[in-house]
């Protein structure tokens, strides 16, 4: 279904139950992200959240992508695999061979719905041009604060709108604004997105690049913003056939080379001029769960400001997971399964990417395995496809179990996985968000192969025995007093997978501690050992292996060990160890800063913790931050600073 605009949707939540407003003033600069925080890391993802007192002439909407519910009444769907399945089905009928004139009639019916689904530039103005600000102010819209090292108040929602100079190609892409002015903000665009090329472009010519962002009207304008599309392929026809019906927009007043959906909330436009000094821009506490830390970004000049009558400012936070976004990346890996599977990677089954993997970093992969070599193949295809090259670690299982189940997928995959020869380690385009990496946006990759092998993958000369009886926990953390924490309930359930929390003090301190203690023998069966930082809690196995995930560059940090096996003579067994600690200069020789996690203040906490009765949204959640204080390095964004 189609919403005519943002208060449809938002009718439409509160009809179902979706939706609590807030009458009391709640500040945006971090009180708004800390209720929000609270509310969206309850089961299920809590309620959207609509602030009406927010000291400024604008309500701001929170969390409306925040539930698997509430994503699926954004995308007009019962579930979100039905995407997927009109998606399959759609290419299926285009794909197959057309031989008889029944065949070609058959199609015609489709190809009059993709005219249907083309966005169509209307004339005249639209509902987002119903007042024009006589003096453009973007510090008069309610733009929220979200952590409190944020360098500043960010738009963490926008649509925004470029083309190609030379082609005319829309770009609609989604990139934070710290907002530095009333008519200046950064516009953070990395240099792997589409329309950081169009800006390429527009310095070629030395003529400023025309910029629009959009903020509100049908809910799938955000989602389609954030959908990894191939380049050239226009978001709005995506929205369209999300919608059913054709996306109406208009073009903007002072940028009129750019056009806006009608229906939008806010609209504002502007330039980026490729002669301007860049900004100075960040910190911000970002998805990963850690701050993203400044850098140089282009200066957004802003020339008006739209809106409709009785708007709503649209917003999110994004930070330790699980929060909104992890929905809307359960929506992108349910829809583009279908795409992925039937134009680059046919054996493809089913993915999932864990929430605890802040996307890229953790992506879990079925297939239907049929010859050996074939996990390798499926690799190398992902790590080439679209975004998906920015994935660190990728996870193979196959037909024999279903990857959601982690606990039974974690026995197939261990059971299936040799760590000496079923771990592929490479190296290649990376998140530039991802801090673990030795060189921005490049760094290590991972796969590991748990599908079931063949004879031509197997090498006869390994054994892998059950967890050795001499393991004793106790004794290990009395010989180790750098070991602050051993979690070996896995090992019970027939995963042989150790996480161990250790405080360095020393270079090369990881790499000797792994091969220490898989010489002591005590740990002999165990395939895998994965070692966080001291300060995180070994047996909170969520939080261990989102920080694990994060810190992680697999190919620097491996350290595999192979030994004579003692309980089967003439066999070797393996251990790989990871390490998943912070990382320096002086004991890592790590020249990048590194970043702290994203925690609420104190006075934040205690600020929303005495107005809590006065919001009106059911029974006290302590803020979800308290868990993570004893976890950070200082109250600053950068914890170590690289040489």
Request: charge should be negative.
């Amino acid at each position: 279904m189609s919403f005519r605009n943002q208060q449809h949707f938002i009718d439409t939540l509160e009809q179902a139950g979706e939706l609590v407003r807030i009458k009391a003033f709640v500040d945006p600069k971090l009180e708004i992200a800390e209720i929000t925080d609270r509310i969206s890391k309850t089961t299920g993802g809590g309620k959207a959240i609509l602030f009406e007192n927010t000291g400024y002439d604008f309500p701001v909407l929170m969390n409306a992508y925040g539930s698997e519910k509430r994503m699926c009444l954004a995308l007009g769907v019962q579930h979100l695999d039905d995407v997927a399945r009109e998606i399959e089905n759609l290419f299926k009928l285009l794909a197959s061979p057309k031989e008889s004139i029944m065949d070609k009639l058959r199609v015609l019916p489709k190809l009059s719905q993709f005219a249907s689904w083309m966005p169509k530039v209307k004339s005249g103005r639209g509902a987002c041009q119903e007042v024009v600000m006589a003096q453009p102010d973007i510090s008069k819209l309610p733009v929220i604060t979200c952590w409190p090292k944020d360098g500043g108040p960010f738009v963490t929602l926008p649509v925004i709108h470029t083309k190609d100079p030379n082609t005319n190609t829309r770009n609609v892409g989604m990139y934070r604004m710290q907002v530095f002015g009333p008519t200046l903000t950064g516009m953070h665009w990395h240099k792997h997105k589409v329309s950081a090329r169009h800006f390429n472009e527009y310095k070629k010519l030395n003529k400023r690049m025309p910029v629009a962002v959009a903020l509100g009207g049908d809910p799938v304008y955000a989602y389609s913003a954030t959908a990894p599309l191939p380049d050239n392929v226009d978001e709005y026809m995506l929205a369209g056939f999300l919608r059913k019906k054709k996306v109406e927009l208009v073009k903007c007043i002072t940028q009129p080379d750019i056009e806006v959906p009608a229906d939008a909330d806010f609209v504002i436009e502007g330039y980026v001029d490729p002669g301007d000094e860049m900004i100075w821009e960040g910190p911000f506490g970002d998805h990963t769960g850690y701050y993203s830390l400044p850098d140089w970004y282009p200066r957004f000049h802003i020339t008006a400001i739209t809106h409709k009558k009785d708007p709503v400012y649209p917003a999110t936070i994004v930070g330790i997971p699980p929060q909104e976004d992890a929905w809307l990346g359960k929506a992108t890996e349910r829809i583009f399964l279908a795409p992925i599977k039937m134009t680059m990677v046919p054996e493809i089954i089913d993915m999932d990417m864990p929430v605890e993997g802040v996307f890229h970093n953790l992506v879990i992969t079925k297939i239907k395995k049929e010859y050996a070599g074939q996990g390798q193949k499926v690799m190398n295809a992902m790590w080439g496809a679209g975004q998906m090259m920015f994935n660190k670690i990728l996870v193979l299982a196959d037909e024999g179990v279903t990857i959601q189940n982690y606990t039974k997928l974690a026995e197939y995959v261990f059971a299936n996985m040799n760590p000496a020869t079923d771990i592929y380690l490479s190296t290649g385009p990376m998140d530039v968000l991802d801090h673990s990496c030795s060189k921005l946006g490049f760094g290590g990759k991972m796969c590991i192969d748990g599908t079931k092998k063949f004879d031509e993958e197997t090498e006869d000369r390994f054994a892998f025995p059950i967890l050795s009886n001499r393991f004793d926990k106790q004794a290990l953390m009395q010989q180790f007093p750098e070991i602050r924490g051993i979690n070996n309930a896995l090992p019970a359930i027939h995963i042989p997978c150790l996480i161990i929390s250790v405080e360095k003090n020393r270079k090369g301190h990881v790499r000797e501690l792994h091969q220490q203690l898989c010489a002591t023998g005590m740990i002999e069966g165990i395939k895998m050992v994965l070692y966080v930082e001291h300060t995180v809690n070994a047996n909170d196995l969520p939080v261990a292996l989102w920080r694990f995930c994060n810190n992680l560059d697999p190919r620097r940090d491996s350290i595999l060990v192979q030994q004579p096996a003692r309980q089967i003579p003439g066999k070797t067994w393996a251990c790989m160890g990871f390490d998943g600690t912070i990382k320096t200069a002086a004991l890592d020789d790590f020249q990048r800063d590194w970043p702290n996690i994203i925690v609420a203040d104190d006075k934040t906490i205690a600020s929303v913790d005495a107005k809590w009765d006065q919001l009106g949204i059911g029974e006290f959640i302590p803020s979800p931050s308290l868990k993570f204080k004893d976890q950070m390095y200082g109250e600053e964004a950068v914890v170590v600073s690289g040489l």
